[in-house]
């Protein structure tokens, strides 16, 4: 062990610990609990920071061993990994240092750039506010933090504002095992309080004046695993207390949990195996929607469907799926993270147990950052219950700087411009809590509250289980209600009622733990701090006067705090940080005052309640002198008891849907453009006449063949002024869709099509029974057409019948399309319609004009501009261009540069000359996002151009736009997609439609797109989907037309 001398004093410090030293008492801190105290996890947990259990064990091995030499042998090998596990500690020290600090200045350099950009300075009076958006939930006191319904009449006041509207909310929560009663919760890591919060949630919203429906989405579990309730495809909530929000019902009113089947149909798998089944979710959840929009505008909209006022999602699963949801209705979004994943990749690199390509094969945890990443672009609000989730969590991410938010705020006051940069609204709303259970004892002095007339009801069960353990049980109980987690503290806990004589006299001491049957089931980390919590209890001979029942169930936690209360105890939360603290809130609901840790939620929740003491969790002193002061002066028990009691509505489900439909009123809201045009039914043009407009300017004017923005060009028709143009235009494609939504409307169903009466009606893939989309990704046009050749080939019977509409869904532009459809003496109708610039741009073709044969879908644009960063974005992209050159150009060679000639409006280009010096996308997209930049950013062509899009638009969004606008079945599309491609191709892949992909096909672009992912396609692939099949390389037009027959597109 030479060269390591602080390893031998360390293993001498172990040797000397041996029992039978237990009358050192006086000495160090380290050696003042011989024979109790474990020095190798201190030095671990403490000097070092990892829980290694094993090295423990190790060590207690080594103390067993008879043999000196094999004792020698055991304590050096442990010295060794002792060694290696601080090497770790600073190595890991050492790289989190290095990434806070390039973290660090790259916020500071994007938020320079960011207020460079937005020129117009903010004054001292006009900096914004807290970071968290709670004006709302404050009043004038300098105290509270949540709003308060001070009164009866203040609530009544609300509910009849809201009696007019007639709201349909969507939530969404993916994972778990959901329903209304009986709910599992603990049953697995997926089935916890997030659960109990949605569905309670759900249904106090439903219970709401205002709120029509609300619909809770999640997943249709069909699996002998689990009980057949979760296989049921709609389960009713009904309200708690229907008086209390009495209001006339409608036939479909009222809150719901609505299964959407996804996923492996036979098998209930955790979170994390769900990521690849997202787009399966997203298109059985529009295909809902859309059917119940139309339910509830027939029951209360006058035949117009009544669209969701908003989508919100629970954690990062279901917010990634709200986004693609509120992109493809466009309506706003709401995101609620629950748990976040970059705070528990640091907590776990901390840990030191598992590596970083460990701990994301294992939680799928870049996954799921990039979909957080998302919810926080695409969210109008993020709703947190704490102001701690603010500053210490969602200060983690690329999207969210509380610095620019405030200027952006403070901007938005001013109704100056921003730039195109946005932040989402933060606004902390507590979770709700249901109090119509809740007893309170008439007498609170303990003694029985029966009478001859109403005799009182026996005890519940688990107080005499709890009081079996007390010496004088009817001491006040101070009690935790906790996991044997070491994050929670009850060691420290113990200690401090272990050495304070007069806390001990005057109260008992009352742990619930969880359940368990035997210790050494537990797992190492629970087992190891409940066996340290019961040899504290021996140490300090607290026989008598601890209680810690193996056994509860969650019908008897209602009791415990009546127990406690009716002791006039006091109930303790001392982890060492809490996020929210819902048990303290249900202790002061009880009527019990609180002591709580000051790391975290509680601070928020004290102040609103005022109804007990905030201590450090880590000065075991502090813990002892607020639980004595409370106990001892009753008083001060008794002020603190009827504050969390008058102030505990504030927690109230009715309170917190108050807030949050207040937050909702706040936001912009949103819908399709199309179902705001007024149907008058009265055309003075004809659908030929709009046509006949479109054709004639389409090409030449704003909207141009490629879309191509009206400012680079010089060729135009200038006989109208270019407003004029472009109002003449929109008004004629305007004129068009109202024909083609007024057969929409006239649908028995969005399903059914009369082919009849829309032939010739556009676009005609509306009446083709199949629908085939080419999405391809080739570096040259020629290659791509070489694919749709051998499509074409393939399904020529079905093609000459006209059963087949095509869609051409590409990165090219509509001219380059045009023009090479011209030199290979294709015809432009031989495609339905055109999905060009990665999704920036839709087209129909037209077969009643043959000089200009395509039409440009304005609502489209509409659809997709949430967000969308326009001049502002592309000034930033530019200048990126400059800095990529600045840093890899050799003799002032520019890498990448715009292509003015074919960007548009929505989708702005960029050549790239030198792939290989040119940053991943992922990379790209952060330092957008760091400057609240929300685009979608897509490599192509195999790295040679690069295509920026709005957030939420991609080929996959646009298909789903396709179904939305038209009524084309997402079940009936067959997608062809090579073997890889461009930056978007998994979003591709996956879904309710079939795939076919081509191998060898576009294969060159595989190892750049895996570059520019930060987890591997199978985290977003359902790769053993019956969806998908692969065809063979060099396949041959009959393959196709077989495998197409095997995806059960065509009968055999």
């Known amino acids: 062990m030479a060269g390591n001398d602080w390893v031998n004093s360390y293993l001498e410090a172990i040797i000397e610990s041996e029992p039978g030293f237990e009358e050192a008492r006086g000495g160090s801190l380290l050696l ?3 024979g109790r105290f474990s020095p190798t996890r201190y030095f671990v947990e403490n000097v070092i920071g990892f829980d290694d259990t094993d090295l423990h064990r190790a060590w207690l091995r080594a103390q067993a061993s008879r043999s000196p030499q094999e004792k020698n042998t055991r304590l050096e090998n442990m010295s060794w990994r002792i060694w290696n596990l601080a090497r770790q500690k600073r190595m890991l020290d050492e790289k989190q240092t290095q990434r806070l600090s390039k973290r660090h200045m790259e916020r500071e350099k994007g938020l320079r750039e960011a207020v460079a950009d937005m020129s117009e300075d903010l004054s001292e009076g006009e900096k914004g506010e807290a970071v968290s958006d709670i004006s709302a939930l404050s009043e004038s006191s300098t105290r509270g933090r949540f709003s308060r319904i001070s009164s009866v009449d203040t609530m009544e006041a609300f509910m009849n504002q809201q009696k007019g509207k007639k709201l349909y909310i969507v939530l969404v929560s993916l994972h778990g095992l959901i329903r209304g009663e009986n709910m599992e919760l603990g049953r697995d890591s997926d089935t916890g309080g997030q659960v109990k919060y949605v569905v309670e949630l759900a249904r106090a919203l439903g219970s709401t004046p205002g709120v029509y429906r609300v619909d809770l989405l999640t997943r ?12 049921e495809p709609t389960e009713m909530l009904p309200p708690r207390d229907s008086e209390v929000f009495g209001r006339e019902m409608g036939e479909s009113s009222g809150a719901y949990i609505i299964r959407i089947p996804f996923g492996p149909k036979d098998k209930y798998i955790p979170k994390e195996m769900l990521w690849p089944h997202v787009s399966e979710f997203v298109d059985g959840a529009l295909k809902h929607i859309l059917q119940m929009s139309k339910v509830i505008g027939d029951q209360i909209g006058g035949g117009i469907p009544v669209w969701p006022v908003a989508i919100h999602g629970h954690y990062a699963d279901a917010g990634d799926s709200a986004a693609l949801l509120s992109g493809a209705l466009n309506v706003p979004m709401l995101f609620t993270g629950h748990s976040l994943g970059r705070d528990k990749r640091e907590q776990l690199l901390r840990q030191g147990r598992l590596s970083r390509d460990e701990i994301n094969s ?10 957080e990443e998302l919810a926080l672009d695409a969210s109008e609000i993020v709703i947190t219950s704490t102001k701690q989730e603010i500053e210490e969590q969602w200060g983690l991410y690329d999207g969210f700087d509380s610095k620019l938010q405030q200027k952006l705020q403070a901007r938005i006051r001013r109704r100056v411009s921003s730039y195109g940069r946005f932040m989402p609204r933060m606004a902390v709303i507590p979770p709700g809590m249901e109090f119509h259970h809740i007893v309170h004892d008439g007498d609170i002095d303990g003694e029985a509250d029966g009478s001859e007339d109403h005799p009182a009801s026996p005890d519940p069960p688990i107080w005499a289980e709890i009081m079996r353990f007390f010496t004088n049980p009817r001491k006040p109980m101070i009690l935790a209600l906790a996991r044997p987690d070491p994050k929670k503290n009850l060691t420290t806990l113990v200690k401090a009622f272990g050495e304070c004589r007069p806390l001990r006299e005057l109260a008992n001491l009352t742990l619930i733990m969880g359940n368990r049957d035997n210790i050494d089931d537990m797992s190492n980390t629970n087992s190891t701090v409940l066996t340290s919590i019961i040899k504290l209890i021996d140490k300090y001979d607290l026989y008598g006067q601890v209680a810690y029942p193996k056994h509860h169930k969650q019908a008897d936690v209602p009791d415990i705090y009546r127990l406690a209360a009716r002791t006039k105890g006091v109930f303790i939360n001392p982890a060492f940080i809490e996020p929210f603290g819902l048990t303290l809130i249900e202790a002061a609901a009880h009527g019990l005052p609180i002591v709580a840790t000051i790391n975290g939620g509680p601070v928020d929740i004290y102040r609103v309640l005022d109804n007990g003491l905030l201590v450090d969790p880590h000065d075991q002193q502090s813990i002892a002198d607020a639980l004595l002061k409370l106990v001892a002066e009753k008083q001060l028990w008794l002020k603190c008891r009827q504050n969390g009691l008058k102030n505990i509505h504030l927690f109230s489900w009715p309170a917190h849907c108050k807030t949050y439909l207040s937050r909702i009123a706040a936001c912009k809201l949103r819908k399709p453009r199309w179902l705001e045009v007024e149907d008058d039914g009265e055309n003075s043009e004809s659908d030929c006449d709009s046509l006949r407009d ?3 300017i389409s090409l030449h004017l704003k909207f141009s063949l490629d879309g191509a923005r009206n400012d680079k060009r010089g060729d135009g028709d200038n006989s109208l002024d270019p407003e004029d143009r472009k109002s003449k235009l929109e008004h004629a494609f305007l004129t068009w869709s109202k024909g083609g939504q007024k057969m929409t409307e006239s649908q028995d169903s969005f399903e059914k099509v009369d082919q009849n009466a829309r032939s010739g009606m556009f676009p005609s893939l509306r009446s083709s029974k199949y629908i ?6 080739s570096d040259a046009i020629s290659d791509l057409f070489e694919s749709v050749r051998s499509i074409f080939t393939a399904v020529e019977r079905e093609r000459t019948k006209g059963s087949i509409g095509f869609i051409l869904a590409t990165s090219f532009t509509m001219s380059e399309i045009h023009s ?8 432009p109708t031989d495609f339905d319609a055109y999905i060009c610039n990665s999704g920036g741009d839709l087209y129909y073709s037209s077969p009643r004009c043959e000089e200009n044969p395509y039409i440009v879908d304005l609502y489209y644009h509409s659809h997709i501009e949430y967000r969308w960063g326009g001049e502002g974005l592309r000034k930033t992209l530019v200048r990126w261009t400059a800095s990529i050159t600045d840093q890899n150009g050799e003799d002032g060679e520019h890498v990448v540069t715009e292509d003015e000639n074919i960007s548009t409006d929505y989708c702005y280009a960029f050549k790239v000359r030198r792939p290989e010096l040119v940053p991943p996308v992922k990379e790209i997209r952060k330092g957008m996002r760091i400057q609240a930049l929300r685009c979608h950013v897509i490599l192509c062509q195999n790295g040679r151009k690069i295509n920026v899009i709005p957030l939420l638009a991609s080929r996959a969004q646009a298909l789903r736009y396709l179904y939305l606008r038209w009524g084309i079945d997402l079940s009936k599309m067959t997608v062809f997609v090579g073997e890889s491609g461009d930056t ?14 081509l191998k060898g096909v576009s294969c060159g672009t595989t190892n750049q797109l895996h570059v520019n992912r930060s987890y591997p396609l199978t985290d977003v692939v359902p790769v053993d989907s019956p969806n998908i ?9 009959t393959d196709i037309h077989n495998l197409l027959e095997k995806l059960g597109v065509f009968k055999g």
């Open 362 to 371: 294992t939680y799928k945890i870049m996954r799921r950052i990039e979909a």
């Open 1029 to 1037: 099949v692969q065809a063979n390389e060099r396949c041959g037009s």
């Open 32 to 34: 003042r609990e011989r």
């Open 984 to 997: 978007d191709y998994e979003e591709l892949i996956g879904g309710l439609h079939k795939t076919l992909v």
């Open 820 to 827: 090479f459809l011209i030199s290979e003496g294709l015809s």
């Open 694 to 696: 479109i054709q004639d």
């Open 772 to 777: 085939f989309v080419i999405a391809v990704d």
């Open 220 to 231: 249709k579990v069909s699996s002998s695993e689990v009980d057949w309730s979760y296989a």
